[in-house]
């Protein structure tokens, strides 16, 4: 497309996900009168895809559905709902109000997703208001937590450079403000706020619409994601985001940003017009200049997006689509500026450093492994009260990591002793003392509660881990670390298309296996075994890890080694995945 980038956005009748938005007078839909209806613990299934906006999910606890079908009940419904934190930041106050409201009104446990997000389950249909309302007071929100919209912005918490990490956690809460929704809708329902005239007869801005002048009355196509990475670590994996931003450092300073767009990991089995994708670098922005090339990107997906097809609805397949030199020249257009050339920087690893760290402002930081992101007491590793005690210290800040991980950050030298101690007092190793290959592992939630999941993850993952380790040890290879990812279904949520290892779920206790992928987030895995059980996986993996041990070369990670020795082809494109 070098002489003509004019194109057409692709034709067909749109989704019926289209009709519910347009009809839903900006996100608000029937959802009062179906959220009073005492009749049932569900909502409508239109008015649950309308919820996503607000950040929550309707679910079913799966591990009862038979039961409750014996028993002529409605499924157990529960929902989950997920709070907006950019960057992944939180103060100890906002940790204390999120670990009540786990207790009060959710199953218990928090969860720390691969977004930096929180994420409480098992919140009742009666309960929802309230704990939105709560989040709320707590200067938080669940607003376009999910949706059609852009989604929570990652960022780099790397406390090797705090000093940067200070200006790029400023500019992940501009983008996350800049592009949420308008409407006054998420205040009417959730916060009593006084209602608005009708949104649809007010009048603004000409050319754009009056209540959302960035997305219009149908949102985006599907989700949109921006991840912020400070190299040398790209452990937000940026190059899986819809819109990656690569801090580009000089003389100790921020210079600005290369953008790569394009990137997403969902896919479908079977469908081989679905696949996951990477995201390709365009050119170079000073910083001041990220929130317009963020809103004029999102709005080239709005205008150009498939409305027709959901599961080609993804960023990336507009981009593929129309070709990467159109979008470019589209972008600058509607910038009215050119992007400067692409600048050097180097990524060596995506995974999260243990332990304390000091950081250039003197203060110290601790990253404490979270399995599965799963923050709760079992048994005598008590992980939730032991964070509870530290945020009652009101001192430092708590991160979410992009590898569900959590660091206590910005702590003083007088009151990191008195850490230190609370985690003893509680069963938590605070040095990350796990195996390389755990310390490496993401899973999503998958079953009792999430509807797509095929096969268990979060739940199964500890114990592959388990029959694993002792055939790593047995290689020498206990201290290697290997990035390994599993997922319920092809929907990408633990990014396994960029696990050296990766597991996506196929049906109940089978998966497809995929390996190759680059360490440092730049290269896809390739499915080299489908549809295994435990038994297969093991006998599958221990002659590779074997031979991996045996004929490594120096420095070589687990990915590039398999691609080397012709286990599975090398992917850089993912329109080349199934091939």
Not at 199 to 221: C, F, H, N, R, W
Not at 255 to 263: L, P, Q
Request: contains cysteine; charged residues 25%; glycine residues 8%.
């Amino acid at each position: 497309m070098a002489n003509n980038h004019k194109v057409e956005p692709i034709g067909g009748p749109p989704s019926d996900v289209e009709h519910l938005k347009k009809e839903s007078n900006y996100l608000r839909g029937s959802l009062v009168e179906s959220l009073s209806n005492r009749v049932t613990g569900g909502l409508p299934e239109l008015d649950n895809r309308l919820l996503k906006f607000h950040g929550s999910y309707m679910q079913d606890d799966r591990d009862y559905r038979n039961e409750r079908e014996k028993q002529k009940l409605e499924p157990y419904y529960q929902f989950m709902l997920r709070i907006v934190t950019p960057g992944g930041v939180a103060t100890p106050d906002q940790w204390l109000v999120m670990d009540e409201l786990a207790d009060k009104y959710g199953s218990g446990s928090l969860r720390v997703t691969t977004r930096q997000a929180f994420q409480l389950h098992g919140v009742l249909k009666w309960n929802l208001k309230k704990t939105i309302q709560e989040i709320n007071t707590a200067l938080l929100t669940t607003l376009a937590a999910c949706g059609d919209v852009s989604r929570n912005v990652m960022c780099n918490p790397n406390p090797y450079q705090s000093d940067i990490h200070s200006e790029v956690f400023h500019w992940s809460q501009q983008l996350t403000t800049h592009l949420a929704p308008k409407t006054p809708a998420y205040h009417e329902i959730w916060l009593d706020g006084e209602k608005v005239v009708d949104s649809l007869e007010q009048t603004g801005e000409a050319g754009k619409d009056p209540v959302e002048p960035i997305y219009g009355p149908v949102y985006l196509p599907r989700k949109f994601k921006i991840g912020i990475a400070v190299p040398p670590s790209n452990d937000v994996d940026v190059y899986s985001q819809d819109l990656g931003l690569i801090a580009i450092i000089e003389d100790g300073k921020l210079a600005g940003f290369n953008v790569s767009v394009g990137g997403g990991m969902g896919m479908t089995h079977g469908d081989t017009a679905t696949y996951p994708q990477l995201g390709r670098i365009i050119g170079f922005v000073t910083p001041d200049r990220i929130l317009d090339v963020a809103e004029k990107t999102v709005t080239i997906q709005r205008d150009y997006g498939n409305r027709s097809v959901r599961k080609n609805a993804r960023f990336k397949y507009t981009i593929d689509r129309h070709g990467l030199e159109w979008f470019v020249t589209e972008l600058q257009e509607r910038l009215g500026w050119q992007l400067e050339p692409a600048r050097a920087f180097h990524f060596d690893h995506t995974g999260d450093r243990y332990g304390w760290i000091k950081g250039k402002n003197g203060r110290w930081n601790l990253t404490l492994y979270v399995q599965s992101g799963r923050i709760v007491d079992t048994g005598e590793h008590k992980l939730k009260s032991a964070l509870r005690e530290i945020a009652k210290l009101q001192t430092g800040d708590f991160r979410l990591t992009a590898n569900q991980n959590l660091v206590i950050a910005n702590i003083t030298t007088q009151k990191k002793s008195k850490v230190s101690a609370i985690l003893k007092a509680h069963n938590v190793n605070e040095a990350g003392d796990y195996s390389a290959l755990r310390r490496s592992a993401l899973s999503c939630v998958a079953l009792p509660t999430c509807g797509l999941a095929m096969a268990e993850a979060e739940r199964y993952l500890p114990t592959l881990l388990d029959k694993l380790e002792p055939i790593v040890a047995a290689a020498g290879l206990q201290d290697e670390e290997i990035n390994i990812r599993m997922t319920g279904c092809p929907n990408g949520c633990a990014r396994p298309a960029l696990g050296e290892i990766a597991f996506i779920g196929k049906s109940p206790g089978k998966y497809n296996l995929y390996m190759g992928a680059g360490f440092s987030g730049d290269r896809l895995s390739k499915l080299y075994r489908e549809n295994i059980g435990e038994d297969e996986i093991i006998d599958t993996l221990q002659p590779i890890i074997e031979r991996y041990a045996a004929e490594r070369q120096e420095g070589e990670h687990f990915g590039d080694f398999v691609v080397r020795a012709d286990y599975v082809k090398a992917v850089t494109n993912g329109m080349n995945f199934h091939d």
